[in-house]
């Protein structure tokens, strides 16, 4: 018997785009067990042992048709469709919203990524924040972006009016991910 280790692709896909960021000080660790609470992965700065857990949300997009998007003035040309989730004190100090899209040519599908990152304090107000048009707690949140410019990322649904979220894209984040692992 030849023991595996398997890792959900969206995991991967935030490992792998925070690794790309980071410099060789840094390492990420995955749990050995798929069961594990809290966190999805951990990022450690091997220099002074600080580390910080990190909790993995994704979904898939969908494409608005031109004739929605004219006629309800969309912000952009996909939306993504996120649950909102118990939020629990410290349980991770970074959250990664991550955001599948294929990207069509001519020729062939090819899937790209969007990565948004909150950190604990930011996401507990993200989601307490999120209500309903016609007032009350809202259960579920769309992030709507256009493939043309990843700059233009919006909370439409869960927000009365929408809210930009291009300073949580992932890039944007990657220094004060650094700042909290020294």
């Known amino acids: ?10 995991e991967f896909i935030a490992a792998e785009q925070i690794a790309k960021k980071l410099k060789n000080n840094y390492a990420i660790s995955f749990p ?22 990190v909790q993995v949300k994704a979904s898939r997009s969908y494409q608005f048709k031109l004739t929605e998007m ?11 469709f996120f649950t909102k989730f118990p939020y629990k004190k410290k349980l991770a100090d ?26 604990d304090k930011d996401v507990n107000e993200f989601l307490k924040g999120l209500v309903k048009k016609r007032g009350g707690p809202e259960r579920f949140f769309y992030i709507e972006f256009d493939t043309n410019n990843t700059e233009i990322i919006y909370l439409t649904r869960g927000s009365l009016k929408p809210q930009p979220l291009k300073e949580h894209l992932l890039p944007k984040q990657i220094f004060d991910i650094i700042r909290k692992l020294t």
């Not at 050995?32 to 857990?53: C, W």
């Not at 004219?70 to 993504?80: A, I, P, Q, V």
């Not at 991550?98 to 990565?115: D, F, G, Q």
């Open 32 to 53: 050995a067990s798929a069961q594990q609470k809290g966190f999805d992965f951990i990022i450690t700065n091997i220099k002074n042992n600080k580390s910080l857990k």
């Open 94 to 119: 970074l959250y990664i919203f991550v955001i599948h899209y294929p990207i069509i040519n001519k020729k062939k599908r090819i899937w790209s990524t969007l990565c948004l990152a909150f950190f």
């Open 70 to 80: 004219k006629s309800k003035k969309r912000l952009g040309n996909y939306t993504s």
């Open 1 to 10: 018997m030849r023991p595996l280790l398997n890792i959900n692709y969206d």
